[in-house]
């Protein structure tokens, strides 16, 4: 398999414009991240074109700021890679058709890579993870556990049946007239909440790690809406606030003790002592330290999360993924973009 040390990178398959030069898969030497929250927050979730056209408008300013902050010129690389999918198809074709032409003009390789297996391999960045191990994938997209045998094959052995854990994040909290996106700001509510004060259900879904958020998504709703209604219309922001605490803790509590669990069940029956979360909802606090409590609790246990940088979509995992699994073939490169499904 060829090594290629330096890798410039680009992520734009949602609404964030990313370009990374990463080192030997592993060394991030620059990460630009131009988000486009502001401009989406307006209609309370990602509107297709507008992102498209924003990622036309800030790639090139993107791409030159990674350059600056690597001290690199585009002849220092050695290969050149973007996200083909899954994702937004206007968004994606701004950032595979800024990797192709980049490659065209340097004549250095063009390499596709699976946003998901992105998420994978934003946990090698600056750590010395080694398959096999176990991930919890989980985005705004995609709620997964994958059985990572070797750097080149994953195997997915559980998924949500119905929305994404992200997903759930953001409709609840858009629900609770929060903005978007609704998981930073259910997190941060989450911490100063009392995680008892709805009793919401956990799922109950026939396949042994497989879930189900849609439930809890409209319980949650429902609960709120119920004790908003009690407060009455003349309710003081702050006891308006006091119940949003509440019930973003209480979500948060059922949403990581469920994720948790299958999540060593399913590391323990595949006989995996290694296990790495991915995907926007790493970033969870809560999520977090559950697994690092048990980690403590547990030394048999190793744990993986991404730097806070490397949760949410960015361009560094794009090219760490690159390295480990260098596909420059069209027809392979078309394959390997889609959706991963389970075998
Ligand atoms: O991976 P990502 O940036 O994009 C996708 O590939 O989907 O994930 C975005 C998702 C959003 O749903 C966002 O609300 C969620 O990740 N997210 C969080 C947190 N930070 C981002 N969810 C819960 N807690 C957080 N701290
Ligand atoms: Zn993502």
């Known amino acids: 398999m ?9 992520e734009s398959s949602c609404d964030d414009t990313a370009v990374a030069i990463v080192e030997d898969g592993r060394r991030v030497l620059a990460s630009v991240i131009t988000s486009q929250t502001e401009l989406h927050a307006q209609f309370g979730g990602v509107v297709p074109e507008a992102a498209a056209r924003e990622h036309i408008e800030s790639v090139n300013v993107a791409l030159q700021a990674a350059l600056d902050q690597a001290g690199c010129a585009l002849e220092d690389m050695d290969a050149f890679a973007a996200t083909l999918g899954p994702g937004l198809i206007g968004s994606l074709l701004v950032g595979a058709n800024t990797g192709k032409t980049l490659s065209l003009i340097t004549g250095k390789p063009f390499l596709g890579v699976n946003h ?25 997209g995609h709620t997964q556990l994958i059985v990572v045998e070797s750097y080149e094959t994953m195997r997915i052995v559980g998924s949500t049946l119905d929305d994404a854990v992200g997903e759930a994040y953001d409709k609840v909290a858009r629900l609770m007239a929060l ?51 009690l407060l009455g219309p003349d309710a003081e922001s702050a006891q308006v ?19 948790f669990e299958k999540t060593v069940r399913c590391a323990q029956a595949h006989n995996l002592s290694t296990i790495t979360i991915a995907g926007g909802v ?19 246990f190793r744990l993986y999360v991404p730097q806070m940088a490397f949760c949410t979509d960015n361009a560094a995992m794009v090219a760490a993924s690159a390295y480990v699994n ?8 078309e394959v390997f973009s889609r959706s991963l499904t389970r075998p």
């Open 179 to 229: 903005p978007y996106p609704g998981g930073p700001v259910l997190d941060r509510l989450a911490a100063s909440g009392n995680p008892k004060a709805f009793a919401l259900p956990k799922a109950t879904v026939d396949g042994p790690y497989d879930f189900s958020f849609s439930g809890l998504k409209t319980a949650s709703a429902r609960a709120f809406e119920k004790a908003r209604t």
């Open 2 to 10: 060829p090594a290629y040390r330096k890798i410039l990178a680009l």
């Open 116 to 140: 998901l297996y992105a998420h994978v391999a934003s946990n090698y960045l600056e750590s010395d993870l080694a398959p096999p191990f176990l991930c919890l994938l989980v985005s705004g």
């Open 241 to 259: 606030e006091a119940l949003q605490r509440d019930m973003a803790a209480s979500f948060q509590h059922t949403v990581v003790e469920t994720l």
């Open 282 to 300: 790493s970033a969870n606090r809560g999520l977090r330290q559950r697994f690092e409590r048990f980690v403590q609790e547990n030394p048999a």
């Open 326 to 333: 260098p596909i420059t073939d069209d027809i392979r490169q």
